[in-house]
């Protein structure tokens, strides 16, 4: 099963980046061989993943990352880089190829200081790969001061180093370094497309694949939560219930508060397992002593590890939350195409009734409001609103209408 099987929906870019890596490879094996180059060449040094949100930009991008670090024989006799079962695939595919490095937002935003180290391997020659590959997953979180370090690297890079940045639109990125990328643009795969790669892939029952595929729209990773998690098509379940729990101010509140510290939760089970080990990791790293005391003089690196991991946190929450306010647009989305006879597919008909009386209950205009107000405690939990204020209000006015 090659690499490319992993791009649903995406044909037209499996095609493109699949061409690319064919000449990534003659390029090393002209260089290594001393075999003429390509004479044109589609591969290049910089590339910039963008697409909605769920169509699968960082799967991409490492997919092309193993494509480029492909070592099976198979090449030598003209076949695709990308095979999927090779070393360099399979180390690059599941995040530890040495030569792939990858850097995402622990935070809100991309810090200088994390990008540093990567920066600086960027200009060094790979060290058992093909390539050096540098995949950023949250290039819009880039700040100004790593985002000017990225640029710099990208204007002028080693020779055998690739850059591959990810984020869900060109207008995230600053202007000079998406100038230096070659753009591929993802669209949202079909419910079907997302369907059947459950069914083929996670071994989900079809009408389980088909209603978590609908339910997302086509986001390819909550649908395989959902189609794979209890736990998360509960917590979906229970946020979809939301809407009938307004009627009273004292609800709203209520409501409020267990959305938060539901996600509250999910950020600490999520963060407990990763922390410890890497708490242990770096303790190991600094030398502990066999009682865990740490040698004279690192109590400060610890504490940098304490701030990136509370930072995580942070942001894990406010992701978990931004997923609950996601199902809940689509949500009033659907109230909306009732209200309005719409013959759009109806993605939440495992709630049939509650959407039907929520059609009932209101009119278009107040569907609307509602999905405003969903959309405005988005935009505040992005301006770092505290998250318990940025729901309520949005409980109140979905209670107002």
Known sequence: MSVWDDLVGQERVSEQLSAAARDADALVTAATTGAPPPEAS?????????????????QTARAFAAALQCVSPDRAVGGVPGCGF????????????????????????????DMRDTVRKSFTAPATGRWQVILVEDAERLNEKSANAVLK????????????????????????IRSRCRHVNLRTPS?????????????????????AARATQGHIERARRLATDPAARERRATVLKLPLRVDEIGGCLRAAQ????????????????????????????????????????????????????????TRTQRDSLDLAL??????????????????????????????????????PESTLRRIEAIAACRDALDRNVAPLLAVEAMTMALRAG
């Open 326 to 363: 996601t199902d809940l647009t689509g949500l009033y989305r659907d109230v909306l195409a009732l209200q309005l006879g719409s013959r759009v597919a109806i993605a939440n008909a495992d709630v049939e009734d509650t959407l039907e009386r929520l059609a009932r209950g209101g009119s």
């Open 42 to 58: 589609k591969m290049t040094h910089a590339w910039l993943f963008t697409g909605p949100p769920g169509a699968g930009t960082t």
């Open 191 to 211: 419910v079907d497309a997302v369907a059947d790669m459950l069914v083929r892939r996670e071994g989900v029952e079809p009408a389980v694949a088909a209603s």
């Open 86 to 113: 090779c070393n360099g695939c399979h180390t690059a595919l599941i995040g530890t190829h040495a030569d792939v490095n990858t850097v995402a937002a622990v935070g809100t935003q991309i810090l200088a200081d």
């Open 153 to 176: 690297a990208v204007e002028e890079p080693a020779p055998r180093t690739v850059w591959l940045l990810c984020a869900p639109s060109v207008e995230d990125v600053l202007p000079t």
């Open 258 to 313: 267990e959305l938060v510290d539901a996600a509250a939760d999910d950020a600490k089970a999520l963060a407990e397992e990763m922390d410890a080990k890497e708490a242990e990791e770096l303790k190991a790293a600094l030398g502990a002593t066999q009682g865990g005391r740490l040698p004279r003089g690192t109590a400060g690196v610890m504490k940098d590890l304490e701030d990136k991991q509370k930072r995580r946190r």
